[in-house]
Nanobody, 129 residues
Framework: QVQLVESGGGLVQPGDSLTLSCAAS????????MAWFRQSPGKEREFLGV???????????DYSASVKGRFTISRDNAKNTVYLQMNSLKPEDTAVYTC???????????????????WGQGTQVTVSS
């Protein structure tokens, strides 16, 4: 059974950067498709980005238009951890951020939130002056 635990959230000011971590246990993250989502009160869960393995230890990623150019997904297989680097944060980025894993090698570009096998508990990010 795979468990995902996010960390790194907190209170930051507009324009700041923050890196979130998603540590996996009970499975090997190396082959998993990993995604990040966020959700604010009263709003639906929003897809942020996904990273998938294209061969060996090489990965590709895609991002939603709302965060493209500001957010970057990376991973450290030795630490079994995926990261979300967030730059130029804005108040509208305030949300609970959650990582998710898909382990069945489906086309990452066609996945919906219902297709992910494991979810973390989320970590709160607040961007405020």
């Amino acid at each position: 059974q795979v468990q995902l635990v996010e960390s790194g959230g907190g209170l930051v000011q507009p324009g700041d950067s923050l890196t979130l971590s998603c540590a996996a246990s009970g499975g090997t993250l190396r082959t998993y498709t990993m995604a990040w989502f966020r959700q604010s009160p009263g709003k639906e869960r929003e897809f942020l980005g996904v990273q998938w393995r294209i061969g060996g230890n090489v990965y590709s990623a895609d991002y939603s238009a709302s965060v493209k150019g500001r957010f970057t997904i990376s991973r450290d297989n030795a630490k079994n951890t995926v990261y979300l680097q967030m730059n130029s944060l804005k108040p509208e980025d305030t949300a609970v951020y959650t990582c998710a894993a898909e382990v069945s090698n489906r086309d990452a570009r066609r996945l919906t939130s219902e297709d992910y096998d494991y979810w973390g508990q989320g970590t709160q990010v607040t961007v405020s002056s």
